[in-house]
């Protein structure tokens, strides 16, 4: 098992910036891909960045915008230049396998125009 844990969410204005944080624990050895998701009100979860051993890749959307890291067990994103449309839950995912994986509760983060 693996446990997730967020934080950094929180209110910002149109322009901001802000960083979450994803603490890992558990049995993360073997889970190379860790990713942010994002859920909006009404809308579906979408996928907002992944790491995959250093190698990222972003939400067409959020692209020059976030960044997502990893130092070991710890998953962030920074998330620079915020919009309207950027406030959701952010939740971090642990890769198990092409079918399988962990959430963590999400992170509420809301932005101010």
């Known amino acids: 098992q693996v446990q997730l844990v967020e934080s950094g969410g929180g209110l910002v204005q149109t322009g901001g910036s802000l960083r979450l944080s994803c603490a890992a624990s558990?049995?993360?050895?073997?889970?190379?891909?860790m990713a942010w998701y994002r859920q909006a009100p009404g809308k579906q979860r979408e996928l907002v960045a992944t790491i995959n051993s250093g190698t990222t890749t972003y939400a067409d959307s959020v692209k020059g915008r976030f960044t997502i890291s990893r130092d070991n067990n710890m998953v962030y994103l920074q998330m620079n230049s915020l919009k309207p449309e950027d406030a959701a839950v952010y939740y971090c995912?642990?890769?198990?396998?092409?079918?399988?994986?962990?959430w963590g509760q999400g992170t509420q983060v809301t932005v101010s125009s």
């Open positions: 995912y642990a890769k198990r396998s092409s079918i399988y994986g962990y």
């Open positions: 558990g049995s993360m050895f073997g889970i190379a891909v």
